[in-house]
């Protein structure tokens, strides 16, 4: 339901048309949109083409036929407990790819998250010899099959050394190397006392942080609740808010909630994420280039 944009939502989040004016037609107050329902167009003008792409390179659950049609991965569940883990499963993934995207785009981030996943103390410059992959990502198999294991139960991002693919980052205790490698797990949803609190964190099992993306705030309920049963774990070291370290990551993580939803009820088809028919268009050539296809431009 669409909230009635009053003298007092000063600021608001709507879309920007190609000759730069706003179209009023999609308005939506600034505090409903952080506390809310988020404008279905609004989400999909902004965030779509960006989620598609990660679905169909990073994912590979998305991809693009010979006649330029898109072909989605995506199983369709009925139950409401099968659709929460089925978006649960694919937002831990998108973050998966997300924090190695950043990680490869920018120095700091990839300083920050490999200081976390070795349990380091401070920022290091000897991180920048080191590349975040995901292990369980597309891309990693197509790149480097050696690192590609989609059925670790803990390591999602690991790092590995530029010049030396077989040399991973490692662990650190008490500031020396711990002798496995270093690595994040990722976790994203709306209920972590469902989802998580009753998997091995309880029991201080996970060699590597785990990293929580808490979409409705319960990050710090639920890190009591583990401490209060294991006074061994380390909040903020073993058990890390996603939120804290990077809010832009998880803000987009919150929006692409609602676009993954509809996809695993079957309420969009894959198609429906093209925000942007030139960019699309744009995008398809590039990918079937990719895969040895010959263009003709008419």
Not at 97 to 111: E, F, L, P
Not at 206 to 216: A, I, N, R, T
Request: aromatic share 8%.
């Amino acid at each position: 339901m669409e909230q009635k944009i009053t003298p007092d939502s000063r600021l608001v989040i709507c879309k920007k048309l190609p000759n730069g004016s706003i179209d009023h037609s999609i308005i939506q107050s600034l505090e409903q949109w952080q506390r809310g329902h988020r404008n279905f167009e609004l989400i999909r003008h902004g965030y779509a083409d960006e989620l598609l792409g990660i679905l169909t390179e990073d994912l590979g659950l998305v991809s693009v036929d010979e006649n330029g049609l898109l072909r989605s991965r995506i199983l369709i569940v009925n139950s409401e407990e099968e659709v929460r883990g089925a978006i649960m499963r694919i937002l831990g993934k998108i973050a998966e790819a997300m924090i190695v995207r950043n990680c490869h785009n920018d120095i700091y981030a990839n300083r920050r998250w490999g200081q976390i996943a070795r349990r380091g103390t401070v920022l290091h410059h000897t991180l920048d010899q080191y590349l975040a992959i995901g292990t369980g990502l597309e891309s990693t198999r197509l790149k480097y099959f050696q690192k590609y294991r989609p059925n670790d139960p803990q390591r999602d991002v690991i790092w590995i050394h530029c010049r030396t693919n077989r040399r991973e980052l490692q662990t650190l205790i008490g500031g020396r190397p711990a002798g496995y490698s270093a690595g994040l797990q990722m976790k994203v949803s709306m209920n972590g006392f469902q989802y998580i609190y009753r998997t091995d964190i309880r029991r201080a099992k996970y060699e590597v942080p785990l990293v929580y993306f808490d979409l409705c705030n319960d990050y710090y309920q639920l890190a009591n609740a583990i401490y209060l049963e294991d006074r061994e774990l380390v909040v903020g070291v073993d058990l890390v808010r996603g939120k804290d370290v990077d809010p832009a990551l998880h803000d987009r993580l919150c929006s692409y909630w609602w676009l993954v939803e509809r996809l695993v009820r079957g309420q969009m088809t894959i198609d429906q994420l093209r925000a942007d028919e030139l960019l699309f268009d744009a995008y398809k050539k590039d990918l079937l280039e990719d895969m040895g296809s010959q263009i003709i431009t008419i």
